[in-house]
């Protein structure tokens, strides 16, 4: 099926941005000009800068295998890197190029060197980085001498915030690592900010796995299959007190911590976004905070902003729309989290075509669209407010804001005031152009 | 006639004799040109850079009434995902299975879906890397449902490996739009010219169309932004000028081969006294030279206060990275302004820009010249060893430069072309000399991107000449 105005772009370009979110990594793509090039539409990639074999015309026709060999002992020579990975995509894998007896061979020259196959056919970018955190894990091992620093020991994994697909990805972690410190725990965020080789080294001796989307499983089953580690499904990313509460109470029982220490972490929580609610309920600022809302992103995004906005701020959320497409088994899980805080009659909806959300969002007409920059002409065309809290962001890049924790939920109220009083700035506008008129 | 019979446009290194690699002195690539043509070089390091299917997507969502099936892999569509032109589009997304067994199935159902949701009057398929190795029928398919569907539907052939030169994409594009959507018929002789731009930002082109309109001259621009409605007109236009010197070459040679229209092939309007050149020629050309002459006299002293703003300045010097034909001229406008030129990158080079090549090697012939889309690498290398004031792109990403505490200009966004152009890049250019912050902070922190190794290698280790 065909996808209008896809959003979710392909494996490849899911594996190169989870490589370019680690310290030290270097991504070496096989692939054709432009796979990588592509990304800088949505501005947070640093492709241009992307080692690739740029595959020619003569490569196609008589393979490009030495073409590859050549790239990857020149990239050791010009890129500095503690590890490299060749990203296999589309041509390569359809002529049948032999990626792994390249690796091997470099390998055989003790480059640090390994290679994952993500032909952008296989599967849009949630998937892509979904297989290369797996892959990373399994093959860094036998990748590195062991002259690595050994890392500082970790007790939680963070898995399947995804980056460049999350919006505020690299905050969000930060603000679970803020959370997890308040039981004293030791997070291993894996990407972003500081995350380089010895986080992924790391991973294998932590004592709990916590996966934060679908997309997060297949690496945490791995760590659990080979290191025994066990892992938490928390399913979501958590926005505000109560689902950051419930996540550390999770962690809790599954890391056997002490119940009290649990509980008083809490109601610190509670008490923080509770005293700053009060605060703009004093100032006037959410009166009238019910409107119709429609929530569309990601799995991660998506059901942990409805959760808040329905089961904290009382709006009426009737639709949310989930533009990643999960897989099936993942689908009624998410589907009951928005429903326990939502209300049963929520309209849940896994879609990624934006023609195809627009009509759904048409037929719901709701007052306030919490989604992408993708939904604007929708809400528009509605009247509804609409804040950008989902991939691609537009109007407000993401640099250091996130939409995670108990500061996240700020922060997307923020934005959600903010377009209200814009909303009534240009109502008021509207009808001063027309009195005049007349 | 024979361009445009051709299934697709021909590739740039085939068509122009472009090149995409080269590193040295100016003077040594205009001994190569003087002797035959370039040399075609290959990097045996490369990084990656836009592809034609980049560039032809980037052209197509600007023209106004189309709508585009983009036929491949969801992630072939991403060039499409940073804009909101308001052009429909979808992709057929094939998978492993298409990839094997074909997607034209999804190919008709993908136009037919869109055609119900949208009622475009016009669509562009584009072949991707996948669907050009397998060879999927796309012209068929085309014509299948142009009849059923009682609707203009272009194949546009990009491919992704065909060519180095990404610009290729714009060709590929003019192609399709004048073979299937101009019609063939004895011409009803417009007053207006066409510009011939590709990559020139709207405002920039309606800045030149209002210098022109001083003169008494009409203007249509194509194609971008071109719309559907006045593509017909472009076929009647009474000249076309190119703005982008290759980049222009292939729509107005088809235009004059198939529909008559008069071809001129000057040299950008960059900077004051080229300005003043391009107003003659198009004014005489058009039969507007009087005018022309009068309204280039009366903007002869525009720059004049530019140049005092920048008089703090004098003598600092810039790193260029422009299409050839823009760099070649803003050399000139860098000279009218007391600025030095340090460096240039060309992210291709062509025989058409021969004349200016050769007069900017005999100007400064040990001027350091870079060939080659993006290649940040190769930049790094050459600009920690120059260390100019300021680094001049556009629309090409910079970061590296700000890494080595560079100031950057982006001319994206800025018209570069006309008396207002260069008015507007003198004070850009004056701002960003007056507080390089950003770059001193950015440039600050270690750079730990390259290996060290690598700075201290010649810039033009990793080009070598292609083994036929």
Not at chain 1, 45 to 49: A, D, Q, T
Not at chain 1, 120 to 123: H, P, S
Not at chain 2, 198 to 201: G, H, N, R, W
């Given at each position: 099926m065909s996808i209008p105005h896809d959003r979710n772009g392909c494996a490849l370009q899911g594996a190169t941005r989870l490589l370019e979110a680690i310290s030290g990594v270097v991504p070496v793509l096989h692939a054709n000009a432009g796979c990588s090039a592509a990304l800088d539409a949505q501005g947070d990639?640093?492709?241009?800068?992307i080692a690739s074999t740029v595959l020619q015309e003569k490569q196609v026709v008589f393979g490009g295998t030495a073409r590859l060999r050549e790239q990857i002992k020149n990239t050791v020579q010009v890129r500095a890197g503690d590890l490299y990975v060749v990203l296999s995509a589309c041509v390569p894998e359809v002529i049948g190029d032999d990626v792994p007896a390249m690796i091997k061979e470099a390998r055989e020259q003790r480059f640090p060197v390994i290679g994952v196959a993500v032909p952008?056919?296989?599967?849009h970018a949630w998937s892509g980085y979904s297989i290369a955190t797996r892959v990373l894990l399994e093959q860094l091992p036998g990748a590195l001498e062991t002259t690595t620093a050994p890392a500082d020991a970790v007790d939680v994994n963070l898995l399947g915030i995804v980056p460049g697909l999350d919006p505020g990805w690299d905050s969000d972690l930060q603000q679970i690592e803020v959370l997890l410190a308040e039981l004293g725990l030791r997070s291993n965020r894996l990407v972003g900010y500081g995350q380089g080789v010895a986080a992924w080294q790391a991973a294998a001796q932590a004592r709990l796995n916590l996966v934060l989307?679908?997309?997060g499983l297949e690496a945490a089953t791995w760590l659990q299959e080979h290191h025994g580690i066990p892992s938490l499904d928390f399913g979501w990313l958590p926005v505000g007190s109560l689902d950051s509460g419930l996540l550390l109470a999770q962690v809790g029982v599954a890391l056997a911590l002490d119940t009290e220490t649990v509980v008083r972490a809490r109601a610190r929580l509670d008490a923080r976004l509770r005293h700053v609610l009060r605060d703009a309920s004093a100032r006037g600022l959410l009166g009238n905070l019910n409107q119709r809302t429609s929530v569309v992103g990601g799995s991660a995004v998506a059901v942990g902003q409805a959760r808040f906005l329905a089961g904290t701020l009382g709006l009426q959320v009737e639709q949310v729309v989930i533009t990643d497409m999960p897989p099936e088994a993942s689908r009624s899980a998410l589907v009951a989290a928005v429903r326990e805080l939502a209300g049963p009659d929520v309209d849940v909806s896994f879609l990624t075509s934006r023609h195809a959300i627009a009509l759904l969002l048409r037929a719901g007409a709701p007052e306030l669209i919490v989604g992408s920059a993708l939904e604007e002409r929708t809400a528009l065309a509605l009247g509804a407010a609409h804040v950008e809290a989902a991939t691609p962001v537009r109007r407000r890049p993401l640099l250091g804001r996130s939409f995670a924790g108990v500061n996240g939920a700020l922060t997307l109220l923020e934005d959600i005031l903010a377009e209200r009083h814009a909303a009534a700035g240009r109502a008021a506008l509207h009808t001063l152009a027309t009195a005049s008129a007349c | 006639m024979t361009l445009l019979r051709q299934r697709t446009a021909l590739i740039r290194e085939k068509r122009s004799r472009a090149i995409a690699a080269f590193c040295g002195p100016i003077d040594s690539l205009r001994q190569e040109a003087e002797q035959g043509s370039p040399a075609q070089r290959v990097r045996t390091f490369s990084q990656d850079h836009p592809s034609d299917l980049q560039r032809a997507l980037h052209l197509l969502q600007s023209i106004q009434g189309l709508a585009v099936v983009v036929h491949g892999p969801a992630g072939c569509a991403s060039a499409l995902h940073g804009v909101d032109s308001g052009t429909p589009w979808t992709v057929t997304a094939i998978d492993q299975r298409d990839s094997i067994m074909g997607g034209d199935s999804k190919l008709r159902r993908a136009i037919k879906e869109l055609h119900a949701s949208h009622r475009p009057p016009a669509i562009a398929i584009v072949a991707t890397p996948v669907v050009a190795i397998n060879n999927d029928d796309i012209e068929s398919v085309a014509a299948e449902l142009r009849e059923e569907l009682g609707t203009p539907i272009v194949p546009v052939f990009s491919d992704g490996f065909r060519s180095k030169i990404s610009a290729t994409g714009h060709d590929v594009v003019v192609h399709a739009l004048l073979k299937h959507l101009v019609p063939q018929r004895p011409r009803n002789l417009g007053t207006h010219i066409n510009l011939l731009g590709?990559?020139?930002?709207h405002e920039d082109l309606q800045g030149l169309q209002q210098l022109l309109e001083e003169i008494g001259i009409q203007s249509l621009v194509f194609p971008r932004g071109s719309s559907l409605n006045e593509l017909e007109r472009v076929a009647a236009a009474r000249l076309s000028v190119g703005l982008e010197g290759d980049d222009s070459d292939y729509a107005g040679q088809a235009l004059r081969d198939r529909h008559g229209v008069p071809f001129l092939d000057i040299a950008p309007p960059v900077g004051n006294a080229n300005t003043a050149h391009w107003l003659k020629t198009v004014g005489e050309a058009a039969g507007h030279g009087a005018q022309a002459a009068l309204a280039a006299s009366c903007h002869a002293h525009r720059l004049q206060r530019s140049v005092q703003a920048l008089a703090a300045f004098n003598g600092a010097r810039v790193f260029v990275n422009l299409p050839a034909p823009q760099a070649f001229a803003f050399a000139d406008l860098l000279a009218e302004l007391g600025l030095v030129l340090a460096g240039l990158k060309l992210p291709s080079y062509a025989g058409v820009g021969d004349a200016a090549l050769g007069q900017l090697a005999a100007r400064l012939p040990h001027l350091p010249l870079l060939v080659g889309e993006g290649q940040p690498f190769e930049e790094v290398n050459l600009l920690q060893r120059l260390r100019p004031d300021l680094y001049i792109g556009r629309g090409v990403s910079s970061s590296h430069a700000l890494r080595l505490g560079i100031p950057t200009l982006d001319l994206d966004r800025i018209p570069l072309h006309g008396y207002l152009g260069a008015e507007r890049v003198a004070r850009e250019i004056a701002r960003s000399l007056s507080n390089p912050a950003l770059a001193r902070f950015l440039g600050g922190g270690a750079d730990e991107h390259y290996k060290p190794s690598w700075l201290t290698r010649s810039t033009h280790w990793y080009v070598k000449q292609e083994v036929k």
């Open positions: 990639s640093r492709s241009n800068e952008g056919f296989r599967g989307s679908p997309w | 590709s990559s020139a930002s």
